[in-house]
């Protein structure tokens, strides 16, 4: 009869506990918080620096880059990446439901900080959010001054990735000389070093 009742006692545990991490998951997803908790977790797993973007030996053999992609900054003015052209272009495609984009983020926003005063590199992060309004308060919030951007249309067949995060970067000569889909830890020496000697 005693294993009977601690038999019980467990099951009924066992349910308070199921019921408890269900209703957790459930609160998280209807106040829209699993988006910050699933992009902390990764960020996490970003501070290893076991997940960095693949860096090529060389820039030469590279795919044309076109610059027919357009979107919108702050102010509502049109811009498109021939806007930048000549530089070397860091772009970002993200949004703020994105918890991997959530992730790298701080590792973008401190790469930005080291080259924000650098006239030969650019910072393109193109929000994917149909309300341009919930990205402008992604940064405002989090204290990020990185130049955002509202998407607006692209060639067919341009930047087609169906992931985001995707990062490409494009050199001066316009050549899409990496891309990286999914999220990575960027604020590194090595692919500052990339950056810098593709401005060169």
Request: hydrophobic share 35%.
């Amino acid at each position: 009869m005693a294993e009977n009742s601690t038999s019980t006692k467990k099951d009924y545990r066992s349910l308070i506990e199921w019921g408890v991490i269900i209703a957790v998951i459930l609160v998280l997803y209807l106040t829209g918080w699993h988006t910050q908790v699933i992009g902390t977790l990764q960020r996490g797993v970003l501070a290893t620096g076991l997940i960095k973007p693949s860096i090529p030996e060389n820039t030469t053999g590279f795919e044309n880059a076109s610059l027919d992609f357009y979107f919108t900054d702050e102010n509502g003015s049109e811009k498109s990446l021939g806007d930048f052209e000549g530089d070397v272009i860091f772009m970002n495609i993200w949004a703020t439901w994105c918890p991997p984009c959530i992730a790298e983020m701080p590792s973008i926003h401190s790469l930005y900080t080291h080259f924000k005063d650098d006239e030969n590199i650019s910072f393109v992060l193109v929000s994917m959010d149909e309300d341009f309004e919930k990205a402008r308060q992604f940064m405002e919030t989090r204290e990020y001054d990185l130049p955002i951007y509202h998407y607006r249309t692209k060639v067919r067949g341009t930047y087609e990735s169906t992931v985001i995060p995707t990062t490409y970067v494009i050199s001066p000569d316009s050549k899409i000389v990496l891309e990286k889909r999914g999220f990575a830890k960027y604020d590194t020496e090595e692919f500052r070093n990339f950056l810098e000697g593709l401005a060169e």
